[in-house]
């Protein structure tokens, strides 16, 4: 008998036996309990969900906040919301490159910095304005003001009272004539509640331009290495504590110091006033 055939008889004489598979595993039970029970474990998955995508939004949010390039030239800034407004161009048809501050009626501000900024544009009359919305009476409340190397062709100060003004910059010719008055108030804004923030650094722009929809609060506002090649400072409607301009400052037009490029109107009052302002033949491009 051949090897198949061994086989065969073999398979024919014994049974083949497979082994048997384990049955399948009993699922555990999950009991929700009472119906209340259910609504309860229903309720608090809607409401962890509902938390994990409001943290998400705001995450998000944050996120393209801290990486939007601002403040830039050619907007304007509703403070305090910090998104910016493309400004329209100018009349000539050119992009406008002004940097635009307007501050709501009641906005408070611990700080509102403009550090190393360039400015001017062939045809613009003024470089650094501060002014009113118009049909607007509001005032920029300020309880310190420093102006620290800044620059321009020249500079008009009028309607400010401060309880402290010092004055030490070099002109190109100046004109003094603010009021002493004991009866100004020295403003102090402590208070930081509800206070937002704005900073401008590091930028070349044609102009700024600080606007007020009525009154606006500021607890210190520093200017920094603010140059103007082209226009002058208008300065308006301004209540503060102290306001200085430091002796790193230049203002002048080169027109020779017999004719006034630094103007203090006698609508500037202040309970004190140190002027150490210094005439020297200067001119500011």
Known sequence: MNLFGKLAAIIKDRRLRLPSLPSRPPMPRISLGSQSTSKAIVFAVGLATAVVATAIFFAVRDVATATWDWPEAGAEYALPQQMGTQLAPYEDGEQSQTLQINLAAGVRLTTLSLINLDLGKAGLTDCVTIQRTT????????????????????????????????????????????????????????????????????????????????????????????????????????????????????????????????????????????????DVPITVK
């Open 135 to 278: 049909n607007t009476t509001g005032w920029l409340y300020v309880d310190t003001w420093t102006m620290t190397g800044v620059s321009a062709p020249s500079l008009s100060m009028e309607n400010v009272e401060t309880g402290n003004l010092v004055l030490s910059a070099s002109t190109d010719g100046h004109a003094m004539d603010a009021t002493i008055d004991s009866t100004i108030s020295e403003i102090h804004i402590e208070s930081s509640r509800g206070s937002g923030e704005f900073i401008a650094q590091n930028s070349v722009v044609d102009r700024v331009i600080i606007q007020m929809g009525g009154d606006a609060i500021i607890g210190s506002l520093i200017m920094t290495d603010v140059d103007c090649s082209v226009g002058g400072w208008n300065i308006d409607h301004v209540r503060g504590g102290s306001i200085t301009i430091d002796a790193t400052s230049r203002f002048g037009d080169g027109d020779g110091i017999n004719l006034a490029d630094f103007v203090v109107s006698s609508t500037v009052k202040a309970r004190t006033i140190t002027d150490n302002l210094v």
